[in-house]
C-alpha cells in the first residue's frame, strides 16, 4: 500500500511539473490574443479598431503556421531523445518569443519593422507550442496512473486553459491600477515580461521532472542491439531505432493521422470561438465594456477549468467516444442559436450564461481528446503522431477562426460565420460516430502490461 501510495504521489509529482510548464507556454500564447486589443494601435498603421484587430489577428494566424513545423521537430525530438528534453527546449523557444514582443518598439518609431519583428516572435511561439502539446500530451499520458489517464491527462486542458486564465487576470489587474491610455502606450508589455521570466523558471523545473518510462523502456530497448546484431528480431529492433519519430514510420498510420485530423477539426475551431474569440466578440459585436467582458470571459473559463479533470474522469468510467459524440451533436445543434443570441446580449450575466453553455459542449472535446490521440499510437511514434496532424489541422482551421470570423464581420456577414463553425462540429462528429473506442486495446495500456513497447 505504501508502495502504491509512493508510485501515486511520483505520478502526480510529474503530472504537477508537466503541467506547470504547459501553463506558461500557453499563457504566453494566450497573452496576445488578450492584449491585442491594447496593442493592436501600437505595432500596426493608424485605422478603425476593426481593421487594427483584424491585422492583429492575421499575426495571431501566422504563428500556427509553425506549429506544424514544431509538431514535427520537436515531436520528432521527443520520440528519439526523450520527453523531458523535447518539453525543456520547447519553454526555452516560448520564453525568446514572448521577450521579443515585450521589447520590440512600435509602429511610430520603427515603421514597418514593428510588425515585421512582431511576426517573428509569433513564429517563435507557433514552433513552441506546436511542439509542446505533441510532446506534453504525450507525456501525461504516458506517466498517468492505468485506469486515470482520462483523468491526468484532462490536466493539459487544465493547465491551457489556466494559462489563459491568468493572462486574463493579469489584464484585470492591470486594468485597475493603470489608465486606458497607459495601457495602450505601454501597459500591455508588462504580460509579455512576466511570461519570459515564468518561461525561464520553467527550464529549470522540467530538467528535474521524470523521464516517462514508456519512453525509457523504449529507448533501453534500442540500445540492446546495434547494426551488428545478427539474428532477425534483434535486426528489426535496430531498424525500429533508426526509424523512431521519423516520417517515414508514421506513414505506417495512415488511419490514425486522419483521424486526429478529424477528431480536432470540429473541436479546435469552437474551442477558438468559444474562447479566444469570445472576448472580441462580446466588445466588438454585443457592445460590452473591455473590462466586463474580461471578468466575464475570466469567471466563465475558471468553471471550465474545473470542468476539465471531471469530465476526464468520467471518460475513464463510460469512455471517451460517448463525451465526443455529446460534443459533436451539442455543438452542431446549438453553436448558431448560442452565438447569434450572445450577439445581442448585453447583459453580463446573460453574455456568462450563453459563454458557459459554449464552454460545457466544448468539453466534451477538450477534457480527453489529448488521451485519445496518444492512445491511437505506439510509444515510438507518439509524439510525432499526436502533434503533427494535430498541429497542421489547428493552424488550418484554428488559427484561421478569428480572422475569418472578423473578416466577415467586416464585410457585413458575421452570422456566417456561426454557421461555419457548426459545420466544422458537423464535420468532426461524422468521425466520432464511426470511430472505436480508444481506451480499449490502447497502445499505452498494453505496453504499460507487457513493459514491451509496441512498434
Same mark, same amino acid.
Given at each position: 500500500?505504501?508502495?502504491?501510495?509512493?508510485?501515486?504521489?511520483?505520478?502526480?509529482?510529474?503530472?504537477?511539473?508537466?503541467?506547470?510548464?504547459?501553463?506558461?507556454?500557453?499563457?504566453?500564447?494566450?497573452?496576445?490574443?488578450?492584449?491585442?486589443?491594447?496593442?493592436?494601435?501600437?505595432?500596426?498603421?493608424?485605422?478603425?479598431?476593426?481593421?487594427?484587430?483584424?491585422?492583429?489577428?492575421?499575426?495571431?494566424?501566422?504563428?500556427?503556421?509553425?506549429?506544424?513545423?514544431?509538431?514535427?521537430?520537436?515531436?520528432?525530438?521527443?520520440?528519439?531523445?526523450?520527453?523531458?528534453?523535447?518539453?525543456?527546449?520547447?519553454?526555452?523557444?516560448?520564453?525568446?518569443?514572448?521577450?521579443?514582443?515585450?521589447?520590440?518598439?512600435?509602429?511610430?518609431?520603427?515603421?514597418?519593422?514593428?510588425?515585421?519583428?512582431?511576426?517573428?516572435?509569433?513564429?517563435?511561439?507557433?514552433?513552441?507550442?506546436?511542439?509542446?502539446?505533441?510532446?506534453?500530451?504525450?507525456?501525461?499520458?504516458?506517466?498517468?496512473?492505468?485506469?486515470?489517464?482520462?483523468?491526468?491527462?484532462?490536466?493539459?486542458?487544465?493547465?491551457?486553459?489556466?494559462?489563459?486564465?491568468?493572462?486574463?487576470?493579469?489584464?484585470?489587474?492591470?486594468?485597475?491600477?493603470?489608465?486606458?491610455?497607459?495601457?495602450?502606450?505601454?501597459?500591455?508589455?508588462?504580460?509579455?515580461?512576466?511570461?519570459?521570466?515564468?518561461?525561464?523558471?520553467?527550464?529549470?523545473?522540467?530538467?528535474?521532472?521524470?523521464?516517462?518510462?514508456?519512453?525509457?523502456?523504449?529507448?533501453? *530497448?534500442?540500445?540492446? %542491439? &546495434?547494426?551488428?546484431? +545478427?539474428? =532477425? #528480431?534483434?535486426?528489426?529492433?535496430?531498424?525500429?531505432?533508426?526509424? !523512431?519519430?521519423?516520417?517515414?514510420?508514421?506513414?505506417?498510420?495512415?488511419?490514425?493521422?486522419?483521424?486526429?485530423?478529424?477528431?480536432?477539426?470540429?473541436?479546435?475551431?469552437?474551442?477558438?470561438?468559444?474562447?479566444?474569440?469570445?472576448?472580441?466578440?462580446?466588445?466588438?459585436?454585443?457592445?460590452?465594456?473591455?473590462?466586463?467582458?474580461?471578468?466575464?470571459?475570466?469567471?466563465?473559463?475558471?468553471?471550465?477549468?474545473?470542468?476539465?479533470?471531471?469530465?476526464?474522469?468520467?471518460?475513464?468510467?463510460?469512455?471517451?467516444?460517448?463525451?465526443?459524440?455529446?460534443?459533436?451533436?451539442?455543438?452542431?445543434?446549438?453553436?448558431?442559436?448560442?452565438?447569434?443570441?450572445?450577439?445581442?446580449?448585453?447583459?453580463?450575466?446573460?453574455?456568462?450564461?450563453?459563454?458557459?453553455?459554449? *464552454?460545457?459542449?466544448? %468539453? &466534451?472535446?477538450?477534457? +480527453?481528446? =489529448? #488521451?485519445?490521440?496518444?492512445?491511437?499510437?505506439?510509444?515510438?511514434? !507518439?509524439?510525432?503522431?499526436?502533434?503533427?496532424?494535430?498541429?497542421?489541422?489547428?493552424?488550418?482551421?484554428?488559427?484561421?477562426?478569428?480572422?475569418?470570423?472578423?473578416?466577415?464581420?467586416?464585410?457585413?456577414?458575421?452570422?456566417?460565420?456561426?454557421?461555419?463553425?457548426?459545420?466544422?462540429?458537423?464535420?468532426?462528429?461524422?468521425?466520432?460516430?464511426?470511430?472505436?473506442?480508444?481506451?480499449?486495446?490502447?497502445?499505452?495500456?498494453?505496453?504499460?502490461?507487457?513493459?514491451?513497447?509496441?512498434?
Amino acid at each position: 500500500m505504501t508502495t502504491q501510495f509512493a508510485g501515486e504521489r511520483r505520478v502526480i509529482g510529474n503530472v504537477l511539473r508537466g503541467s506547470l510548464g504547459n501553463l506558461a507556454e500557453w499563457y504566453d500564447w494566450y497573452v496576445y490574443a488578450a492584449f491585442s486589443v491594447y496593442f493592436a494601435q501600437s505595432f500596426f498603421p493608424k485605422g478603425d479598431s476593426t481593421a487594427q484587430l483584424l491585422q492583429s489577428a492575421a499575426v495571431f494566424a501566422v504563428g500556427f503556421l509553425m506549429r506544424p513545423i514544431g509538431g514535427w521537430a520537436l515531436g520528432m525530438y521527443a520520440d528519439r531523445y526523450g520527453r523531458r528534453s523535447a518539453l525543456t527546449l520547447s519553454v526555452t523557444v516560448m520564453a525568446a518569443g514572448s521577450l521579443m514582443i515585450a521589447v520590440t518598439p512600435g509602429y511610430q518609431t520603427i515603421g514597418i519593422a514593428a510588425p515585421v519583428m512582431l511576426v517573428l516572435a509569433r513564429l517563435l511561439q507557433g514552433l513552441s507550442l506546436g511542439g509542446e502539446y505533441a510532446t506534453s500530451a504525450t507525456y501525461l499520458s504516458e506517466v498517468a496512473t492505468p485506469g486515470k489517464r482520462g483523468f491526468y491527462s484532462s490536466f493539459q486542458y487544465v493547465t491551457l486553459v489556466a494559462g489563459q486564465l491568468v493572462a486574463l487576470g493579469v489584464q484585470i489587474i492591470l486594468q485597475q491600477f493603470l489608465t486606458n491610455a497607459q495601457m495602450n502606450n505601454w501597459g500591455w508589455r508588462i504580460p509579455f515580461v512576466i511570461g519570459a521570466g515564468g518561461a525561464v523558471l520553467i527550464m529549470w523545473l522540467r530538467r528535474h521532472m521524470d523521464e516517462s518510462e514508456h519512453y525509457q523502456v523504449a529507448a533501453d *530497448l534500442d540500445k540492446l %542491439t &546495434g547494426p551488428e546484431a +545478427i539474428d =532477425a #528480431i534483434a535486426a528489426d529492433v535496430a531498424r525500429k531505432r533508426a526509424a !523512431r519519430g521519423s516520417l517515414r514510420m508514421l506513414l505506417r498510420y495512415p488511419r490514425e493521422c486522419l483521424i486526429v485530423v478529424g477528431l480536432t477539426l470540429g473541436g479546435t475551431v469552437a474551442f477558438y470561438t468559444y474562447t479566444t474569440y469570445m472576448q472580441k466578440f462580446m466588445i466588438n459585436t454585443a457592445g460590452i465594456s473591455k473590462s466586463t467582458a474580461a471578468w466575464i470571459n475570466f469567471l466563465a473559463l475558471l468553471v471550465f477549468v474545473v470542468l476539465q479533470p471531471l469530465a476526464g474522469m468520467l471518460s475513464d468510467r463510460i469512455g471517451r467516444r460517448k463525451l465526443l459524440l455529446f460534443f459533436g451533436v451539442a455543438g452542431t445543434l446549438l453553436t448558431v442559436p448560442i452565438m447569434s443570441v450572445l450577439a445581442h446580449t448585453k447583459n453580463p450575466v446573460g453574455a456568462f450564461a450563453l459563454m458557459m453553455f459554449a *464552454l460545457v459542449i466544448i %468539453t &466534451g472535446y477538450t477534457s +480527453i481528446n =489529448a #488521451i485519445v490521440k496518444a492512445e491511437l499510437f505506439p510509444t515510438r511514434i !507518439r509524439a510525432l503522431g499526436v502533434g503533427l496532424p494535430y498541429a497542421l489541422t489547428v493552424a488550418i482551421f484554428g488559427g484561421t477562426a478569428e480572422t475569418i470570423a472578423l473578416a466577415l464581420k467586416k464585410a457585413g456577414h458575421e452570422s456566417v460565420y456561426f454557421w461555419y463553425v457548426a459545420a466544422c462540429v458537423l464535420l468532426s462528429l461524422t468521425i466520432y460516430y464511426f470511430m472505436r473506442e480508444t481506451s480499449k486495446d490502447s497502445p499505452i495500456d498494453n505496453e504499460a502490461k507487457s513493459r514491451v513497447p509496441v512498434a
